[in-house]
């Protein structure tokens, strides 16, 4: 028991005042770690990750091995070899799946921290990942590196017991407006699933372009998605199917299930530009690239509509294996209010047609088939009648009000990228509030989760994307998985969290609220 050892010596040299070298002891507390667990009991000694140690796990939970080995790996130098069982005296990272009734269910985990290894219990491998990630922030911040940093890190001893709030944690990007690459993507969905975020909506068209092939009508992507379509003409590029798949491939592996939107009525200049039948009149609009909303919508009278988006969604339907497909519904000043709920009245139907729950925007909740639907509140206050009174008819909600969840509003008067019709929003205004009594007349028991939309129309790359996203993604998170809210404890823990973005060249916004640790 080397390890125990070290650390126990750690410990006197660090009582005695002695000089305690540097490396042997855990430079992270237990609980530090964003979102905050359910759960912390630090005691003892902790584990000293070492040239020695291996990685155990059952073949089942081998894409979560595979996850925490490739997280350890570069930084560390060491081997850490996957093995279905440890040797006797062998120091260990044990991923060991539970039986139902063990008192884990869901997103759950119970990680140990003991000299001789670290035991991280779940029932689900969505359980062990999430354990995963709070192994990662219990090492110090250059584990992050991607090359070797010869240094010697141990995880500080003693338990934690978790689970989240919510079932939806989710996080918005929007590849209409400027589109954004997989590789881009996957480099989000590698961010936010550290924060236990599990649900990626990716925002797929608006009247700028179309950024999704689709099969039956393919000048949606070779119109919708050429080179200019993106805002002010930069940019411009689509998704082919392919491409999608592997996204939704890479974020399944990271325990992050893919949302698609297609917005409709509203939001489809660039699908009509495509195909002028989708009009009225037939005539085709003149492209947009400017940021100006709710003046197209699609034909509520014509048979051609429901063509479209029946194809549409049932081609989407066909790439998604989560549960949601969004329709959109936001914005639609274009359609009057009758047509509107005709619209609906055939289209969120469609969704469960294809064996999928319609979500879109709460502007939905004024058809009364959005009684199965999930409707993403968005709008500005704490009162929503026409939302409430759906929540009584069956509606849940997924929380996103625009003046606190809003990952595109400014920080302040200064900040270089960002729209402010919602307010600014500093990193405590992002973090408290609370989803569950947020809306009068929304009971909690109506309450999915919450999301943080980025939308796109004033960013183009990923350092742009990362600066509006960090550090206000972590607040929504923590949000969405922890039970506890304390601003206090929060500030401290994201302060120490900055140099793992850092060290991984995330370009986050150094908020003034927030003691960052150098
Ligand atoms: C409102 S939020 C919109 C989007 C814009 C966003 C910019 C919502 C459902 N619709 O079309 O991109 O504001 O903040």
Request: net charge negative; aromatic share 10%.
């Amino acid at each position: 028991m080397r390890a125990s050892l070290i650390a126990g010596l750690a410990g006197v040299l660090l009582v005695t005042g002695l000089a305690a070298p540097a490396q042997a002891r855990p430079a992270v507390e237990l609980g530090g770690v964003l979102p905050a667990p359910a759960q912390v009991r630090p005691h003892g000694p902790g584990f000293r990750l070492g040239e020695r140690t291996v990685i155990e796990a059952p073949r089942a939970a081998g894409v979560v091995a595979d996850r925490l080995a490739e997280a350890l790996r570069p930084a560390t130098g060491f081997r850490l070899p996957i093995v279905a069982r440890a040797g006797r005296g062998t120091p260990a990272i044990s991923l060991l799946l539970t039986r139902p009734g063990d008192g884990l269910d869901g997103e759950g985990y119970r990680l140990s921290v003991r000299p001789g290894g670290v035991a991280i219990r779940a029932a689900s491998n969505a359980g062990l990942f999430a354990g995963v990630q709070t192994l990662r922030q219990l090492l110090p911040a250059p584990i992050d590196a991607t090359t070797p940093q010869h240094a010697a890190w141990t995880v500080p001893g003693g338990d934690i017991e978790d689970r989240p709030r919510y079932a939806y944690r989710g996080a918005m990007l929007d590849l209409a407006r400027h589109f954004h690459t997989p590789d881009e993507v996957k480099a989000y969905i590698d961010e936010i699933s550290r924060f236990k975020v599990n649900y990626l909506h990716l925002h797929l068209s608006d009247d700028q372009g179309w950024r999704i092939q689709i099969d039956s009508w393919p000048r949606l992507t070779e119109i919708g998605g050429a080179p200019g379509t993106g805002v002010d003409g930069v940019g411009g590029g689509f998704l082919t199917k392919a491409e999608y798949r592997d996204l939704v491939r890479y974020a399944a592996d990271r325990f992050v299930t893919v949302v698609p939107e297609i917005d409709m009525p509203g939001h489809v200049n660039a699908a009509q530009v495509a195909y002028p039948e989708l009009t009225c009149d037939g005539q085709a609009p003149p492209p947009r690239t400017d940021t100006a909303v709710g003046y197209s919508s699609l034909c509520i009278g014509k048979e051609v509509t429901y063509r479209f988006t029946e194809d549409v969604i049932r081609e989407l339907a066909a790439l998604t294996p989560g549960p949601y497909l969004h329709i959109g519904g936001d914005e639609a000043h274009a359609t009057s209010d009758a047509d509107y709920l005709a619209f609906q009245a055939r289209v969120l139907p469609l969704v469960a047609k294809y064996g999928k729950t319609a979500y879109g925007w709460n502007e939905i909740a004024q058809s009364p088939a959005a009684a199965t639907a999930v409707a993403q509140y968005w709008n500005l206050g704490t009162e929503n009648a026409v939302l409430a009174a759906a929540v009584a008819r069956g509606t849940k909600v997924i929380m996103s009000p625009a003046d606190r969840a809003y990952l595109d509003q400014k920080y302040d008067p200064s900040t270089p990228l960002g729209l402010s019709w919602a307010g600014y929003i500093e990193v405590r205004t992002a973090y408290d509030w609370d989803p569950g009594s947020y809306l009068s007349g929304v009971p909690a028991e109506a309450v999915l989760g919450v999301e943080a939309p980025l939308w796109s129309e004033t960013l183009r790359s990923g350092d742009d994307i990362e600066f509006m996203a960090f550090p206000r993604l972590a607040a929504i998170a923590e949000l969405g998985w922890s039970t506890t809210r304390d601003w206090e404890s929060f500030r401290s823990r994201l302060g120490a969290y900055g140099p793992r973005w850092t060290t991984r060249g995330v370009g986050f916004y150094p908020s003034p609220q927030i003691p960052w640790a150098a």
